[in-house]
């Protein structure tokens, strides 16, 4: 009978263990997940702060040219790794003529972490010396536009015309391949 | 072998000693295989690195893989001794599946889904949903409690294990 509950309870132990992986890692293929907005769509016009001055910006300021937006608490450590990842790729994005804005979700999504500019200075510290980067905090209704259910890490692609050319709400640090590959194939008409 | 179980050591470091030499291999065995486990595990998850950073967080890692693991195949290879020699419809002894349980929480529940999928199903996006970070962001800061309450809790699950070869009539 005890043999029998173990059994289970390691049973149930790997259920869960596949679970968070096939939810956590492999959601990056496929359709866009019902809480993002929908690829196509205009990107949702909320505002937010840049970090460096505290000037109040709006997405719609930034028409005119590619950004991504990429959404994240300072307290989560594949967040620090997509930076790591971040602070790899940031040339990349730079040739590509591709504007970078990493944005904390709204107060850190309930629990609060390390400032946003110590964060990346900690996880990616050449970004800071792109002209193409700049961190931001979130406002409320941003936060719920982009991320309505709370998942970390998830990021939007935005085409010069401000429309969502691209989203994904695996890591970044996972998904870079997948990012770059798409960006690849836009090029020109981003 | 029986001799465990007379010996007044049976507690002591000279006794356990004693079991996992004659337990070696099987020791050795579970170690390697908890060890592969959780090393790969917290790797992939990245534990700790928001907590200790770039430079240290490989060496929590590492301490954390091997702490548990030691205790891990420690408590494994000496239940199991105790079950196959002195045991005889004795309530089983769970803390060794607990402290596995206790261990994996920290690095699987932070950061991933799972918790604002929960919050999600049970509030509603928005509002809570986007608070899960008071539930997640709690788990990542405080994950050493939690390697050391597993840590802990084999500890337990052993010195069980060990009572039960001494006092093979005992209900512990």
Redesign the interface.
């Known amino acids: 009978m005890?043999k029998k509950?173990?059994v289970y309870?390691?049973a149930a132990?790997v259920i869960?263990?596949a679970?968070?992986y096939f939810?956590?890692i492999n959601?990056s293929a496929g359709a866009s997940p019902s809480?993002m907005p929908a690829v196509g769509a205009k990107a949702p016009d909320y505002s937010f702060i840049y970090a460096s001055n505290g000037t109040v910006a709006n997405v719609s300021s930034l028409n005119g040219k590619p950004v991504l937006l990429w959404f994240v608490?300072?307290?989560?450590?594949?967040?620090?790794?997509g930076n790591?990842m971040l602070n790899d790729n940031i040339s990349y994005f730079k040739n590509k003529g591709i504007n970078v804005i990493e944005i904390e979700?709204?107060?850190?999504?309930?629990?609060?972490?390390a400032p946003i500019n110590t964060f990346v200075n900690?996880?990616a510290p050449n970004v800071t010396s792109y002209s193409n980067f700049r961190s931001a905090i979130s406002g409320?209704n941003l936060?719920?536009a982009y991320?309505?259910?709370?998942?970390?890490?998830v990021y939007y692609l935005i085409g010069s015309n401000g429309k969502i050319v691209y989203e994904n709400?695996g890591s970044l640090a996972a998904t870079m391949k997948n990012l770059k590959s798409k960006i690849n194939s836009l090029s020109g008409s981003l | 072998m029986n001799g465990y179980a007379q010996s007044s050591s049976f507690e002591t470091l000279e006794g356990t000693t004693a079991i996992l030499k004659a337990l070696k291999v099987r020791f050795l065995t579970f170690f390697a295989a908890m060890f592969i486990f959780y090393y790969v595990i917290f790797s992939y998850f990245s534990f700790g690195l928001a907590l200790f950073g770039i430079k240290y967080y490989f060496y929590y890692i590492l301490a954390s893989s091997f702490t548990l693991s030691i205790l891990a195949a420690l408590s494994i290879a000496i239940g199991l001794y105790s079950q196959k020699t002195v045991r005889n419809n004795v309530k089983g002894n769970r803390s060794g599946i607990y402290a596995f349980v206790v261990s994996l929480v920290p690095s699987t529940m932070c950061c991933t889904p799972i918790i604002p999928s929960i919050l999600v199903a049970v509030f509603g996006s928005g509002g809570i949903a986007l608070a899960s970070g008071a539930i997640q962001g709690a788990l990542s800061n405080f994950s050493p409690v939690f390697i050391v309450m597993a840590a802990l809790l084999l500890y337990y699950s052993i010195r069980v294990s060990l009572k039960r070869i001494k006092k093979p009539s005992c209900e512990c």
């Open positions: 005890q509950r173990t309870v390691f132990i869960a263990i679970l968070v939810f956590g959601r809480f608490a300072t307290w989560c450590s594949g967040c620090a790794v790591e979700l709204y107060r850190d999504l309930g629990y609060s972490g900690d996880y409320y936060s719920l991320d309505k259910d709370g998942y970390l890490d709400d």
